[in-house]
């Protein structure tokens, strides 16, 4: 069986724009549409032809680029149900549970509610490899503009399942950002320590941190241990439940 071929572009200030092509099929998904002339120009360096786009939520930073590209391709656009009122053009929208393929490669539909209500991400689960847009990032997670803790974290209690290998591909690059706020929660954190130092160097580098993968995030993302009892103690709030602790961090981060 063929894998997955994944392109990885900078796009506007600190978004990812992602490839996905299927050499077997010859078919070409855009992941989100932050800009669509990046996307098209890289397609045209890959010798690509995008034939779908897919989306994982509503901001502009995800859409924005969905008229331009379609246009541009005729390529077909999944997008959330949710966000029927709030992403244009689309041709099919899905729900929890729903698959979408690349050829003979499926990857299932999850709702993931808390950056917004209608985030959704694509996982391929055979191939281990996850579009996680703005719901995950490397040690760190989505702004919480319409979702509560309490959805985000079970959002990330799903995510969390996955296996340890699986690929995490996240929509930005903030994970330099976001190492030095995990420092000041978790600083005891060995895998989050030596994971940062990983980060400051490859940042110096002007080098990627994504794709990250569930194992290290499960070791040194917070906002995936918020059910850790030694980082609910350090926080001063031993014995509080995850949601409580997950609450807290995320606070806190908003104003760190
Ligand atoms: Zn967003
Ligand atoms: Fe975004």
Request: proline share 5%.
């Amino acid at each position: 069986m063929s894998t997955l071929k994944i392109r990885q572009f900078p796009c506007l200030s600190d978004n990812y724009g992602f490839l996905i092509h299927d050499p077997e099929s010859g078919e070409t998904i855009a992941l989100d549409t932050p800009d669509a002339d990046a996307y098209l120009t890289e397609a045209e360096a890959a010798g690509w032809t995008i034939t779908q786009i897919w989306n994982t939520h509503h901001h502009f930073d995800h859409a924005g680029g969905n008229a331009a590209l379609k246009a541009a391709t005729g390529a077909t656009i999944t997008a959330p149900g949710y966000d029927r009122h709030r992403i244009s053009p689309v041709d099919r929208y899905v729900e929890d549970g729903d698959t979408v393929s690349l050829g003979k490669h499926v990857a299932n539909v999850l709702y993931t509610p808390g950056h917004t209500m209608g985030h959704i991400v694509y996982h391929f689960g055979v191939e281990k490899t996850a579009f996680v847009g703005d719901t995950l990032f490397a040690l760190g997670c989505g702004r919480l503009f319409e979702g509560t803790p309490d959805d985000m974290w079970r959002s990330l209690l799903r995510l969390r399942q996955w296996p340890d290998d699986t690929l995490l591909y996240c929509a930005h690059e903030y994970t330099q950002a976001n190492a030095a706020f995990a420092l000041s929660v978790d600083p005891a954190n060995a895998a989050l320590n030596a994971y940062a130092d990983e980060v400051s160097i490859l940042r110096a580098q002007n080098r990627p941190t994504i794709p990250t993968t569930m194992a290290r995030e499960k070791a040194a993302n917070p906002f995936l241990r918020a059910d850790d009892a030694g980082l609910a103690e350090y926080i001063g709030m031993p014995g509080a439940g995850p949601v409580e602790v997950f609450a807290e961090i995320r606070g806190r981060k908003d104003r760190f």
